[in-house]
């Protein structure tokens, strides 16, 4: 399908979005971001990871939760229903990571309305899973938000994020089970959801290299960084870290990425056979960020 004649409704980071008809034409690019920012590298083959696990998901979890997705149209383009975004992103949280375990390593211990015991290292799984919603910011970082502040910002209503609720816990469940079956963990990821012919349906994207951090179950050790051997976007982040990026202030764009970095990159989109061909992990012949790092000589 050519997009000569047609105009993106939204150019983001990523993907482009596309008003076709009374659709929406989305279409992922091999582009890479972090820290907000794009590379002036792509990663060939990227959006055809992308496009092609959030498919997938789409697919396997419809029975669980409706959503958006109507077709594939090639490897990088999908149509699906054009809905009215819900500006919620619904975080979902099974271990203790990122910036939650931040804030745990600081001595906070009630978090988003949960109160952690103590004692938790990093990457142990947490004694339940929780939703951790933030604001949906189109520029700039999203916001911890409670379900009182969406409510009473007119966000969605109470009845409305009672459905979300059950709904981002039925698809975490839903969406870990796949994974471990896969002999991968799915420690925490995003998720956003629309109004579309007076119901509410999944939007976005499914669990993918760019929204989702994904483990390696062979790998996995409580107490250490997961990145060296994560499938997802982490691992690019990490090594931009150690060579001295700054994420928050990061150059726009961020610098050319070495061959070999692109080449591990590859491998772990390469996942989405895990997912969708029941390819071996063993097979992608992953290499550890320290190895990567190690013959780059860079220094952490």
Known sequence: MKLDNLSPIKK???????????????VSSDRISAFDVNSVTEIEGKGRSLNSLSAWWFKKTGNVFPNHFLEVLNSSKMLVKKAERIDVEWVMRGYLYGSMQRDYAKGNREL????????LSLAEKLPEVMLTPTTKADVGHDMPLTKRQAIDAGLLTQEEW??????SFKLYDSYARIA????????????????????????????THDS????VKAHYQVGK?????????????????????????????????PRLCVAEIQKRLAAVEVFTDNKSIDSLQLRSLEDVEKELAIKR
């Open 162 to 167: 009672k459905t979300l609720e059950e709904a």
């Open 112 to 119: 988003y309305g949960y109160k952690l015991p103590n004692g």
């Open 212 to 215: 989702a951090r994904m483990w």
């Open 180 to 207: 471990n079956e896969k002999e991968i963990i799915i420690p925490d990821f995003k998720l956003e959801f629309g109004r579309y012919n007076k119901g509410l349906i999944q939007i976005d994207e499914a669990p």
């Open 225 to 257: 960084r997961q990145e060296a051997w994560c499938l997802d976007k982490e691992f690019y982040r990490q090594f931009l870290i150690d060579s001295g990026t700054d994420p928050n202030n990061p150059p726009n764009p961020l610098p050319e990425i």
């Open 12 to 26: 983001g980071k990523v993907r482009d979005l596309y008003q076709l008809g009374e659709n929406i034409l989305v």
